[in-house]
C-alpha cells in the first residue's frame, strides 16, 4: 500500500510553546489529509481535514486556533499544536487519501506528543 | 457514515483461522466496508475493502453477506504479531473521512 510517513514520532515540549507534527505522503499525491487524536484505551478521534490549498475543516469540539493546520502541497501537511498544555498530549495521527486508484485511506506512524 | 456494531474483544490461538464479526445493518447501496488493525503505538493499518463480493489479498479475506448487514474479516493463519485492534467502517467511497468506533480487540494466544 501506500506510505505515509510523520515527524516526529516522539516529542516532548514545556507548557506554553508550540510544537509542529509533519505529515508526509511518500510516494502519491494526497489532495486531503486527515489529522486524528488518540487518548489511551480510546478510539481515533477525528480532529480536521485537510485539503491542499484551502482551510482545513475541523470537527466540532476541536479548536482551530489552538490547532493548527497546513496542507500547502501535496505532499505535505502539518498541524502545529499552539500553546502546548498537558491536556494536549496524546498520540496524534495524520492519514491521507490516495485518490489514483481506489480512494483508499492510508495512515502515518502517529506521533507521541507530551507536554511537561 | 453508517455505524458498525463489533464484539469488543475476541482470542483465537496461533496458527488458527480468526473470524471477526461485523454487523452494520444501517449500511447504504454505496457504502463500502474498510477493515483497519492498530497495533499498540502505531498508526492504523490498512487490511481489506470490499462493496459485495468477498475480497482476499495477501493479508486476509473479507466475507460481505448477501443482504450486506455484515461481514466478516478473516486471518486465516494467525500469528502473535496479529494482536491488535481491529476496525471495522463502512464508509461511501466517494466520502473523504474514516470514523472509527471501538473496535475489537484481537488477542492471539501461543
Known sequence: GAVVSQHPSRVICKSGTSVKIECRSLDFQATTMFWYRQFPKQSLMLMATSNEGSKATYEQGVEKDKFLINHASLTLSTLTVTSAHPEDSSFYICSARETLSENTIYFGEGSWLTVV | ?110
Open chain 2, 1 to 110: 457514515d453508517a455505524k458498525t456494531t463489533q464484539p469488543t474483544s475476541m482470542d483465537c490461538a496461533e496458527g488458527r483461522a480468526a473470524n471477526l464479526p461485523c454487523n452494520h445493518s444501517t449500511i447504504s447501496g454505496n457504502e463500502y466496508v474498510y477493515w483497519y488493525r492498530q497495533i499498540h503505538s502505531q498508526g492504523p493499518q490498512y487490511i481489506i475493502h470490499g462493496l459485495k463480493n468477498n475480497e482476499t489479498n495477501e493479508m486476509a479475506s473479507l466475507i460481505i453477506t448477501e443482504d450486506r448487514k455484515s461481514s466478516t474479516l478473516i486471518l486465516p493463519h494467525a500469528t502473535l504479531r496479529d494482536t491488535a485492534v481491529y476496525y471495522c467502517i463502512v464508509r461511501d467511497q466517494g466520502a473523504q473521512k474514516l470514523v472509527f468506533g471501538q473496535g475489537t480487540r484481537l488477542t492471539i494466544n501461543p
